[in-house]
C-alpha cells in the first residue's frame, strides 16, 4: 500500500509529536483505515517531506510522531496563472490539474465578462491540498486575491495571453522568449475588445491555440502543460550536458 501524505502547515522535525485532527483524523482512521505503527508522510514546502509513524489514535485526534526526513525543501519553479473565475466544479478540476502540472501561484481577475463568483477559499485551499498530496509536490500554491485585469496590467509583469481573436506567434516560442512571464486566460466568451487592446498596448505576448475554441479551463491547462513540456525537456538537456 502507498504511503499516504499529508500537508502540515507546521515546521517539522525529527522526533517531534504532530496532532491530526478533524477531517484530517477521519481521513486516516475511516477511509484508510490505518492503526498505530502505520506510516504517513508529512510535508510542507519549508520543511520538506518527513516520514512519521501514527502513535494513538483517539475519537477527534491522530497523534504522529516525526521520524526521518525523505525528501529536503525544493525551489518552486513554475508559472503564475491568471484566470477568470469560472462555474465551481469547473474551476475546482481546473485548479487541482494545475496543481498537478506546477503551478506556482493562482490569481482570479476580474474582467468584463466575468459572471462568477470565486467561491469559498478554504473549499479551494483544500482542492490544492488534496491535489499536492497526490501528485507529491512538497508545496501548495496559493490563490491571490481576486484583482482586476488593469491592476495586472499596471503591475507590469510580463504576460503570455490565450486569445482566439490574436496571434502574435506561437505558444511554445512565448514560452522560451518570456521564461518568467504569467500566463492569463480570459473568461467564456473571451475578452472584451477594450481589454484586448490594454494588453496589447501593454505589451503582453497574444497566442491562439489554432483553429479551435478551447474552454477557459482548457486553455489553462493547455498553457500550463507547454511550460511543463519545455521545463523537462530543459531539465533532460542539463542531466545530459552534466553527463557528458
Given at each position: 500500500m502507498r504511503i499516504p501524505r499529508l500537508f502540515v502547515d507546521l515546521p517539522l522535525a525529527a522526533g517531534s509529536p504532530i496532532e491530526v485532527t478533524d477531517e484530517r483524523a477521519h481521513y486516516l482512521r475511516n477511509v484508510l483505515r490505518l492503526r498505530p505503527g502505520a506510516e504517513v508522510d508529512l510535508f510542507n514546502a519549508g520543511s520538506g517531506e518527513?516520514?512519521?509513524?501514527?502513535?494513538?489514535?483517539?475519537?477527534?485526534?491522530?497523534?504522529?510522531?516525526i521520524g526521518t526526513q525523505t525528501r529536503k525543501p525544493e525551489p518552486v519553479a513554475g508559472p503564475v496563472l491568471y484566470f477568470s473565475p469560472i462555474r465551481r466544479n469547473r474551476l475546482e478540476w481546473m485548479l487541482e490539474k494545475a496543481v498537478e502540472l506546477g503551478v506556482q501561484a493562482l490569481v482570479p481577475v476580474i474582467t468584463e465578462r466575468s459572471v462568477v463568483e470565486l467561491g469559498r477559499p478554504d473549499r479551494l485551499r483544500g482542492r490544492l491540498i488534496e491535489a499536492a498530496e497526490q501528485c507529491e509536490r512538497l508545496d501548495v500554491p496559493e490563490i491571490g486575491e481576486t484583482v482586476a485585469l488593469e491592476d495586472v496590467v499596471e503591475s507590469g509583469v510580463p504576460l503570455i495571453v490565450g486569445d482566439e481573436r490574436r496571434d502574435d506567434g506561437s505558444l511554445l516560442q512565448a514560452l522560451e522568449d518570456l521564461p518568467d512571464a504569467g500566463l492569463l486566460v480570459g473568461p467564456e466568451g473571451g475578452f472584451a475588445s477594450g481589454e484586448r487592446d490594454l494588453l496589447i498596448d501593454s505589451g503582453a505576448r497574444m497566442v491562439s491555440f489554432g483553429p479551435l475554441i478551447l474552454r477557459s479551463e482548457t486553455a489553462a491547462l493547455h498553457m500550463l502543460s507547454a511550460w511543463r513540456a519545455l521545463e523537462s525537456d530543459l531539465v533532460e538537456a542539463e542531466a545530459d550536458d552534466g553527463q557528458a
Open positions: 518527513w516520514r512519521a509513524t501514527m502513535k494513538a489514535i483517539q475519537r477527534r485526534t491522530i497523534l504522529l510522531e
